[in-house]
């Protein structure tokens, strides 16, 4: 394997999060502010979050938009994030929203980066009632919700459902180089 900074290397997505840790403000605020930092197609920064600490209103709204089966783990991280993005006049790249959620996703990887440079995990998730949370969350019109990610600090694998518990102990595995690279 090529030579990786360990904030890449040793970045993983859990689902045993402590059910007791919290986010701290600091802690959040620079979560976003290294997503803030992302670049952008034309600098237009086309991403918008609401972040949910646990036990708050987001938080549980967040939560119940989520697949029931998503729900026994994600409640037990200290945050959810909802990643949406910006619709109207963005529609200048490949596929739905243009270039707005290749950018969203570059916001969420720098993020993420930053989340594991301060001892943090992250978990995103596609799967949610998106049309159900942007108006839950009462989201202006041309914000589009596109992930949800589940932020903490590592928990006790032992205390998820068997199958759960296997896949996050199980041997973490990526294709090879070779098989990703088009001739």
């Known amino acids: 394997m090529a030579d990786l900074t360990p904030l890449l ?3 993983w997505s859990p689902r045993a999060f402590d059910p007791t840790a919290t986010l701290p403000l600091a802690e959040a605020a ?6 803030r930092w992302a670049p ?4 237009r920064q086309p991403w918008r979050f609401a972040l949910g600490h646990r036990d708050d209103e987001t938080y549980k709204r967040i939560l119940v938009s989520l697949p029931a089966s998503e729900q026994r783990w994600a ?5 959810l994030l909802l990643g949406a993005h910006l619709t109207a006049g963005l529609a200048d790249g490949p596929g739905p929203g243009g270039r707005a959620a290749y950018d969203l996703g570059q916001a969420v990887a720098h993020l993420t980066v930053q989340a594991t440079a301060l001892g943090l995990y992250v978990r995103q998730l596609a799967a949610f009632d998106a049309a159900g949370l942007a108006a839950d969350l009462e989201l202006p019109a041309g914000i589009r919700p596109l992930v949800v990610a589940a932020v903490g600090r590592l928990g006790d694998p032992f205390g998820l459902p068997e199958e759960l518990r296997r896949q996050e102990i199980g041997l973490r595995r990526r294709h090879p180089l070779a098989e990703l690279l088009l001739h």
């Open 9 to 11: 290397a040793f970045r």
């Open 30 to 35: 620079s979560l976003l502010e290294a997503a």
């Open 40 to 43: 952008s197609a034309g600098n």
């Open 75 to 79: 409640r037990h991280a200290a945050a």
